[in-house]
């Protein structure tokens, strides 16, 4: 069964409208991310968490929020939503270990997100 | 700061052939490499993961060599199948510098034909 559940899977909204994108995680993982995946640039981290209560920046934060009320969820946030946040979103749940320098990350299906 | 930088695609192979995915990547200490591969529809897994220099990591058929010298991590695989078309990411962290970041590539489509 999947560690790491999404939802919605798919999303419309209109531009200006909130929405809230939700991720679950069942992996008991300290640390949860949150991606965006566009055509010519990959993965970029958005938020993300070490710990229930935690949430920060990652490299492109502009326009959404992230909450992490527990340690099993994860939520993103676009208070104001633009066409510009079309995009695919995925979120992860990471086990860091420390004293070493890895940190594999499980992701969930995604959420597919247009805003018109 | 960190980056690692790959193959740009889409890359198209026919079945059979040998497939290289170049990857570099820039830390000033000493990262953990992984390569992780996306199929259609679904979230990234992990591929495999290699943690010290030197040494070597496969899975399913694919290998890479963590090169510290030449700062390099190439995907390869002697014969590849239909079944691996999807997108392939090499990826790094170092949780001695940042506990929480992990660095992508753009990533590299690979579509194989039958």
């Known amino acids: 069964e999947a560690a790491v559940t999404q939802s919605p899977r798919n999303k419309v909204a209109v531009t200006g409208g909130k929405v809230t994108l939700s991720c679950n995680q069942t992996n008991n993982h300290n640390n949860m991310y949150w991606y965006r995946q566009d055509t010519g640039h990959g993965l970029r981290l958005i938020h993300y968490s070490y710990g229930a209560g935690s949430t920060e920046k990652g490299d492109i934060p502009d326009g959404y929020k992230a909450s992490r009320p527990s340690q099993e969820n994860f939520s993103l946030i676009l208070e104001l939503a633009t066409p510009s946040q079309t995009s695919v979103y995925f979120c992860a749940s990471g086990d860091a270990d420390w004293g070493t320098s890895q940190n594999t990350l499980y992701f969930g299906a995604g959420t597919r997100l247009s805003v018109l | 700061g960190d980056s690692v930088t790959q193959t740009e695609g889409p890359v198209t192979l026919s079945e059979g052939t040998s497939l290289t995915v170049n990857c570099s990547y820039e830390?000033?200490?000493?990262?953990?490499l992984f390569w992780y591969v996306q199929y259609p529809g679904e979230g990234p897994q992990l591929l495999f993961k290699v943690p010290k220099a030197n040494e070597k990591g496969s899975s399913r058929g694919f290998e890479a060599t963590y090169n510290k010298e030449a700062t390099s991590f190439h995907l390869q695989k002697a014969s590849v199948q239909e079944s691996d078309s999807a997108v392939y990411y090499c990826?790094?962290?170092?949780?001695?510098?940042?506990?929480?970041?992990?660095?992508f590539g753009k990533g590299t489509h690979l579509h194989v034909l039958p």
């Open positions: 990826a790094l962290s170092d949780t001695r510098t940042n506990a929480y970041k992990v660095i």
């Open positions: 830390t000033k200490q000493y990262p953990t």
